[in-house]
């Protein structure tokens, strides 16, 4: 079974450019996640969606990101403009999202995609 | 508001050996879950072992075990028979509570170097 996808792989793009990075999830999977890794803050979540519905953008740092789920199999995370301190590696993952019941703590393992390494000069 | 400490910021040992990584974490939730994540140099994060926080037994994964002490709100990772592969940033991560969200919330990291 294919994996989460995401493209490009490597962008390199000048300040005040748009850019536009792609997310594909595992097929079947109904909960969507962007995260960005930065050395200097980690891995963080910027924004989630549930049944294609953005459930928590409070990660988003600032209007210049905005972030898309049009349907079930595609997800996208534009930056516009962009700036230096955009440059991280920007992360994709999806799950299978069961709820809990009783005592229960579903699994509910996020599988990442291969992560998007982004450079704005 | 959750938190995952990882203390050791580098790890070495040789092959063959077992290797334990620390992670606690802090929440006042009753129910959560854990999880450990490898990212290797070519830079994708794979998931390895989880451990729910009602879960009686330690999770195991093949070379992978999860030593879980809830009272002391620790999540140790043990990688038995190091390979040479197992070189890598290893991640612990915590998810909220269901009627929270699914977000998870990752520690520092600890770089493991297997040496030949």
């Known amino acids: 079974d294919a994996g989460v996808i995401q493209s490009p792989r490597h962008e390199v793009t000048e300040m005040g450019q748009e850019v536009t990075l792609r997310c594909k999830p595992i097929s079947g999977h109904n909960s969507l996640f962007w995260y960005r890794q930065t050395m200097m803050r980690g891995l963080e979540l910027l924004i989630y969606f549930n049944n294609n519905v953005p459930i928590d953008d409070s990660g988003m740092p600032e209007d210049r990101f905005s972030a898309k789920m049009p349907n079930a199999s595609f997800s996208t995370l534009k930056i516009q403009p962009s700036e230096p301190r955009d440059s991280a590696v920007y992360f994709c993952a999806s799950t299978l999202r069961v709820r809990t019941s009783g005592n229960h703590h579903p699994k509910n393992i996020q599988y990442f995609g291969a992560g998007t390494r982004l450079s704005v000069l | ?116």
């Open chain 2, 1 to 116: 508001a959750q938190k995952i400490t990882q203390t050791q910021p580098g790890m070495f040992v040789q092959e063959k050996e077992a290797v334990t990584l620390d992670c606690t974490y802090d929440t006042s939730d009753q129910s959560y879950g854990l999880f450990w994540y490898k990212q290797p140099s070519s830079g994708e994060m794979i998931f390895l072992i989880y451990q729910g926080s009602y879960d009686e037994q330690n999770a195991t994964e093949g070379r992978y075990s999860l030593n879980f002490q809830k009272a002391r709100k620790s999540a140790n990772l043990v990688i038995s028979a190091s390979q040479l592969g197992d070189s890598a940033m290893y991640f612990c991560a915590m998810r909220e509570p269901e009627t929270s969200g699914s977000r998870l919330t990752f520690g520092e990291g600890t770089q493991l170097t297997v040496n030949p």
